[in-house]
């Protein structure tokens, strides 16, 4: 049998309406005895293949096989042999666990004792034997994610098509998902996983790198890093602002990415910058005594922004038009023994932490932890059964509508009103803020120029890519210049050029003394701020900078872990407890 199970030449894919097409002469071959990893930002094209393979569209020209079979005229074959979990699950969530396998071995024609011995498999291989009666609409999406696994399992399939499993997903469950796709491959079946995350992709054998349709890369990670070897470098801790600092080095014409790690600044210079040793690096990069130059090892990420350019830059045209909070140190959220519970179940138990101006606070956990229990009632969203909330010294039970017009909020899953046009929801929450008149038109139209919004402003928010969304759900969130941002996932499913982008705003508005608190499932975005809260079944068990939180989880075999190997070691203490 060939290794060879889906091959395509010259395939391209045109929908009516669109300028480009949404794929273009594409040529590639999946192969079984690895994880083919199909990368690319939000609107690559990723999805339309993945349709296109499972006989789901129709290609517009080129040739395509999958499984031996022509998807167009042979997609029942196929179907009985693919497994494929969609971006948005498939499953219906008013139906429990075992309804929704049930549904599917139906659909699957998986009956008799093979049905009671696919079940028993899956559920012991996905570890949800204890949840068959839960409503898939109450489990975390995390289990989510299995569930979908498991569905999409049914039949022994020897193609399985994954579409962003890791989206919204906390560490912990996504490296536990990536064991279980890698036992999958151990036993001959061929993967592919559809990713945004760009650490994802370094666990594939290979992958496919998609940008506006064009295929820009094929192979494995390490030869798209190869070529970064010796342009990737650790500023250790330099002195003063690091934001600030970050900001300088990323307008330099040197430099082609930068974020912050903890207290240092992690660089990609340039291929055409390195032809001198690190001491002859930019004049203002020259550390004092106490830091130092160290060369780090080039992730796929590092590449992936490299070749589309390098990174969206270090100033915010954002920050330019708010104005400047005095930083005064003053403690401006606080939240003393918050507590939240639905009946018998407790969200949130007697958390306790403070916010000082000009900080960005991370509250991290996994899924189902009670981040965004919180986070609501951190904004008056929700009232705590027990315990104050409070910010700019306002408590939220007393002083809620005063509170809230010092602070923005962007939801996990937006708040924007998908019927309404760009423009609408952006003069709708402008007023909600208490614009009116010509600085409420003002204000919308500076929005729209400073996200790109003005081409789609009469556009149906509906219509947006994820990532215009996400533009659109900040704008509408910093429209009355807040002193305080409450950001619940902002980043989630977008590609990481546009996720330096919001860190740009992010990092501008802080210099300019607003207070942020955020919550992430990307343990590198975890490294920007200042100090960050480790939720876990409702309680606050670790709080610190993240370079300190690293540090409770080294070990003389790993002595200086990862944010994500911190996060998962820390949880994981805290099970064992």
Known sequence: MSDVVVSFENLSKSFAGMEAPALAELSGEIRRGCITGLVGPDGAGKTTLLRLIAGLLVPSSGRLVTLGHDPVHEAA?????????????????????????????DLRNVTGKERRDTFERLLAFTDLQRFTGRLAGKLSGGM????GLACALLGKPRLLLLDEPGVGVDPISRRELRIMVERLVDDGIAVVWSTAYLEEAEMCGTTLVLNEGQLIFSGPPQAITAP??????????????????????????????????????RLTFRATAMTLPPHFFPDFLTPPSASVW??????FEDAFIDRMGGGPGGDSVLAQHVRIIPNDGKIVIEAHELTKKFGAFTATDAV???VRRGEIYGLLGPNGAGKSTTFKMMCGLLTPTAGRAAVVGLDLRRSGGRARQKLGYMAQKFSLYGNLS??????FFSG???????????????????????????????????????????????????????????????DPVTRREFWTHINGLVERGVTVMVTTHFMDEAEYCDRIGLVYRGKLIAEGTPDQLKSLAATTADAEPTMEDAFIALIQGEQET
């Not at 500023?235 to 974020?259: E, V």
């Not at 760009?422 to 003069?427: A, I, K, M, P, S």
């Open 432 to 494: 909600i803020y208490g614009l009116t008149g010509a600085q409420r038109r003002d204000k919308t139209a500076t929005m729209a120029a400073i996200f790109h919004l003005e081409p789609f402003l009469d556009a149906k928010t509906d219509s947006l890519s994820l990532g215009f969304k996400q533009r659109l759900a900040l704008a509408c969130a910093v429209m009355h210049e807040p002193d305080i941002l409450f950001l619940d996932e902002p980043t989630s499913g977008v």
């Open 294 to 299: 160290a060369a780090v090892e080039p992730r």
């Open 422 to 427: 760009v423009r609408r929801n952006l003069e």
């Open 77 to 105: 074959a196929i179907h009985r042999e693919l497994g494929y979990m969609p971006q948005k699950f498939g499953l219906y969530e008013d139906l429990s666990v075992l309804e929704n396998l049930t549904l599917h071995a």
């Open 352 to 354: 306790t932490f403070q």
């Open 144 to 147: 989510k994610q299995k569930l």
């Open 228 to 265: 970064l070897a010796g342009r990737c470098w650790l500023l250790k801790n330099p002195s003063g602002s690091k934001r600030r600092l970050l900001a300088q080095a990323l307008s330099h014409p040197s430099i082609s990415d930068g974020t912050i790690q903890g207290r240092d600044l």
